[in-house]
T-cell receptor, first 116, second 110 residues
Framework: GAGVSQSPSNKVTEKGKDVELRCDPISGHTALYWYRQSLGQGLEFLIYFQGNSAPDKSGLPSDRFSAERTGGSVSTLTIQRTQQEDSAVYLC??????????????FGQGTRLTVV | RKEVEQDPGPFNVPEGATVAFNCTYS??????FFWYRQDCRKEPKLLMSVYSSGNEDGRFTAQLNRASQYISLLIRDSKLSDSATYLCVVNDGATNKLIFGTGTLLAVQP
């Protein structure tokens, strides 16, 4: 596709359930990011994938959060046993950075997660 | 110290005003710098890259000061449509990871 695609665009789930959020990056982009943004707040970094390197998971808030990137393309962010404080917009971005000078990141439109 | 710091604002300015935002970064090895714009309830989008020599795009001018490790964005002749959050972005020199500031909110008043 032309841009970063995220699905679903909206997700309402019950507290305690697991959810999976999907990100399809721009073809050929080696770098992929997940961020979380609560209403009126800044971007909260979650995880960064860069090529075949070990992912930077330093932003994951708890062990209920995990992410995979299969085949260097599509990524899935999984939240287990969701809590109300997990409600936010989850944004995915990809970039073609892989050289010494990185290039800009392109964002998907996000998944709005509501835990009730 | 945060890796990228910005004044959160809000900056409330009248139409036609000139407004400037600054951003400081902590990693002296950073090589790539950007300004992003985020409208309410939308995803961030690239506004402009920031080059060592400084660069201009219409009413927008970006400057980089490596010695002091700060980046600036100047907006001239502000329009109502400029109202948004402006995010400063810097790469980690070792991993190329892009690091986003928390943003500066600009509200242009009629």
């Amino acid at each position: 596709g032309a841009g970063v695609s995220q699905s679903p665009s909206n997700k309402v789930t019950e507290k305690g359930k697991d959810v999976e959020l999907r990100c399809d990056p721009i073809s050929g982009h080696t770098a992929l990011y997940w961020y979380r943004q609560s209403l009126g707040q800044g971007l909260e970094f979650l995880i960064y994938f860069q090529g075949n390197s070990a992912p930077d998971k330093s932003g994951l808030p708890s062990d209920r959060f995990s992410a995979e990137r299969t085949g260097g393309s599509v990524s899935t962010l999984t939240i287990q046993r969701t809590q109300q404080e997990d409600s936010a917009v989850y944004l995915c971005a990809s970039s073609s950075s892989g050289s010494f000078r990185g290039t800009e990141a392109f964002f998907g439109q996000g998944t709005r997660l509501t835990v009730v | 110290r945060k890796e990228v710091e910005q004044d959160p604002g809000p900056f409330n300015v009248p139409e036609g005003a000139t407004v400037a935002f600054n951003c400081t970064y902590s990693n002296s090895a950073s090589q790539s710098f950007f300004w992003y714009r985020q409208d309410c309830r939308k995803e961030p989008k690239l506004l402009m890259s920031v080059y060592s020599s400084g660069n201009e795009d219409g009413r927008f001018t970006a400057q980089l000061n490596r010695a002091s490790q700060y980046i600036s964005l100047l907006i001239r002749d502000s329009k109502l449509s400029d109202s948004a959050t402006y995010l400063c972005v810097v790469n980690d020199g070792a991993t190329n990871k892009l690091i986003f500031g928390t943003g500066t909110l600009l509200a242009v008043q009629p």
